[in-house]
Nanobody
Framework: EVQLQASGGGLVQPGGSLRLSCAAS????????ISWFRQAPGKEREGVSC????????TYADSVKGRGTISRDNAQNTVYLQINSLEPEDTAVYYC?????????????????WGQGTLVTVSS
């Protein structure tokens, strides 16, 4: 069964850091474009970061540029997103998604698989 499992969310104080994980089963993540998205209450889902196949290229939304790092562990078939200097505006449900074809974009279109989401709350 093809599945993406996102985890690592929680309650974090402003200024803190968090590392989210996206574990894949049923397919090899390194063969796919992997992205992280987030959806804050009352807002549309937005792209946060993307990693191209083979980790050859990455991109970040302006909202996390300089604070976020996307990485991949092929042995674990897992992709990570670390965000530092967290702000209340980072509060959202974070989703990972994978697509076999196409370029690395932060658009929601074209993704074949989605994880179930993990909630990040940034609050004091």
């Amino acid at each position: 069964e093809v599945q993406l499992q996102a985890s690592g969310g929680g309650l974090v104080q402003p200024g803190g850091s968090l590392r989210l994980s996206c574990a894949a089963s049923g397919f090899t993540l390194d063969d796919y474009v992997i992205s992280w998205f987030r959806q804050a209450p009352g807002k549309e889902r937005e792209g946060v970061s993307c990693m191209y196949r083979g980790a050859r290229w990455t991109t970040y939304a302006d909202s996390v540029k300089g604070r976020g790092t996307i990485s991949r562990d092929n042995a674990q078939n897992t992709v990570y997103l670390q965000i530092n200097s967290l702000e209340p505006e980072d509060t959202a449900v974070y989703y990972c998604a994978a697509k076999m074809s196409g370029w690395c974009t932060l658009s929601r279109k074209g993704y074949d698989f989605w994880g179930q989401g993990t909630l990040v709350t940034v609050s004091s």
